[in-house]
């Protein structure tokens, strides 16, 4: 758990037992208790800025928020547990819109013991619409598909599928439906709190026979992940893959002569290339329930650090955090995918391409984190050893990135193995030398291999 968060939650949970606990002893109109839930309410307003919900559990004597759970030290947390237990409060969810006379109905509800209706009517009879009270279920989401490759190809194809819907509809000069883009976000952004190693093992694939479609959802995918490792979740994690999903829709707009021209583009090709950031902005303004970040993004992510790139002559102004996010996605996916013109580069090349000293393209400390999130050598990439032998990448090295854990599947000779061999390269040998190292990354169309399988 995030050090903030922990200390955030923790907070909340505090802060509600204490106003709680003033409900019992003072009256609605003492000044401890309106400090108390003007406190609360400030905690819960900046909580539900990252996500839908507040859902504080009590399992036994522990509290867990938002599935982490809290420090059992605090003895005012473990009194807190206990009570809510006698009370048959098992959970306790505060969603975002939450009003300050609803936290002060709900602390001074819970604990009258007098009252002869259950505490859930009495808030719905006092009109406490965004806490609801329950038990702890273990229930299974329709949508759920679960974990490991196998589901994440699952979502990944249907995103790559719903991708396409969209992209389509906006050539024939209907309206993107932001229902199925949400829809298909949501399970992208459950596999990257989740099962992040898969989903981005199935990016890293170079296929180019729906390049169009599978970039962007590969962008989706890359923008989460670095959105993630930023602490965001909930619904600004989810506008943020939607926004990079988003980012390339002007190019329905864009002639395919010039989107698959294999040589350099002349001026004029590349003036009506341009035109597809503006273009794409004007389609994500025009359709309802759009998320505001969508058209920002789509109209800055060619933009540079110092604004140059297009669309050119815009004045000043500060690129949102989303767009450099997406345009260090954008790139990277674009360099390693294989295209009709070019192949993809190997991701060290990519690396030395996108990190030149002083390059205004990219926010330097966000591409730090992008290049240590991904690795040298990305789980599910194909890699030669020394040894002339195949494996794929399962597993990155904490500090060095020159050294995974690979799954060897072919021999020296190229045949298949009987039994694949699971190996550490960081790990020496009794003398201290190292039995196995990357020699370099390996085009798994080129061998025929599908890295995915030994996944």
């Known amino acids: 758990m995030a050090e903030s968060n922990a200390l955030a939650y923790d907070d909340v949970v505090r802060r509600l037992a204490a106003a709680i606990r003033g409900a019992t002893l003072y009256s609605p109109g003492h000044p401890l208790v309106q400090r108390g839930v003007d406190a609360l309410v400030g905690l819960c307003a900046t909580l539900n800025q990252k996500s839908e919900a507040i859902v504080i559990g009590f399992i036994g004597d522990e509290v867990v928020v938002n599935a982490e759970r809290l420090p059992k030290s605090a003895a005012a947390l473990v ?6 237990r006698e009370r048959e409060v098992e959970k306790i969810t505060i969603q975002r819109g939450v009003t300050r006379e609803e936290l002060r109905t709900f602390i001074f509800e819970l604990p009258d013991r007098r ?3 259950p505490l859930a009517t009495r808030l719905q009879h006092k009109g406490v619409s965004h806490i609801v009270i329950g038990r702890l279920t273990i229930e299974k989401d329709d949508d759920d598909q679960g974990t490991g490759i196998v589901a994440a190809r699952k979502i990944y194809g249907t995103a790559v599928e719903t991708a ?6 906006a050539k024939s000069g209907e309206k993107p439906d932001p229902n199925a883009a949400r829809k298909i976000i949501d399970s992208l952004a459950k596999l990257v709190g989740g099962d992040r190693t898969s989903l981005l093992a199935l990016t890293a694939l170079k296929k180019y026979d729906n390049y169009t479609f599978t970039h962007m959802v590969n962008v989706s995918v890359l923008s989460m992940a670095q959105a993630r490792s930023l602490n965001m979740d ?3 994690l989810r506008e943020f893959g939607f926004a990079a999903l988003m980012h390339d829709i002007g190019k329905v707009e864009t002639p395919q002569e010039v989107l698959n021209n294999p040589g350099k583009l002349s001026k004029e090709e590349f003036e009506i290339m341009q035109r597809h950031v503006v273009d794409g902005a004007h389609i994500l303004r025009r359709t309802p329930e759009m998320p505001a970040l969508a058209p920002i993004v789509a109209f800055e992510h060619h933009l540079r650090q110092d604004l140059s790139g297009y669309p050119t002559n815009i004045g000043h102004r500060n690129l949102n955090l989303c767009t450099q996010i997406v345009s260090i996605a954008d790139v990277y996916d674009a360099l390693r995918s294989n295209r009709v013109y070019r192949e993809g580069l190997p991701s060290d090349r990519i690396k030395s391409i996108m990190g030149k000293k002083d390059d205004p393209a990219f926010n330097q400390r966000l591409l730090r984190r992008f290049i240590n999130l991904i690795g040298l050598y990305p789980i599910g990439t194909l890699v030669r050893l020394n040894t002339e032998q195949i494996g794929v990448v399962t597993h990155e090295h904490p500090t060095d990135p020159f050294r ?11 045949g298949e193995m009987e039994e694949s061999q699971l190996v550490n390269t960081w790990e020496p040998d009794g003398r201290g030398d190292f ?3 990357v020699v370099e990354a390996v085009d798994p169309d080129a061998v025929n291999i599908d890295p995915l399988k030994y996944m």
């Open 234 to 236: 909930g619904t600004l």
């Open 79 to 84: 009194g807190f547990a206990r009570d809510m």
């Open 164 to 169: 396409e819907q969209l992209w389509q509809a």
């Open 115 to 117: 009252a002869t209706l």
């Open 435 to 437: 039995t196995w190292a």
């Open 404 to 414: 995974p854990q690979v799954k060897i599947v072919r021999d020296r000779d190229g």
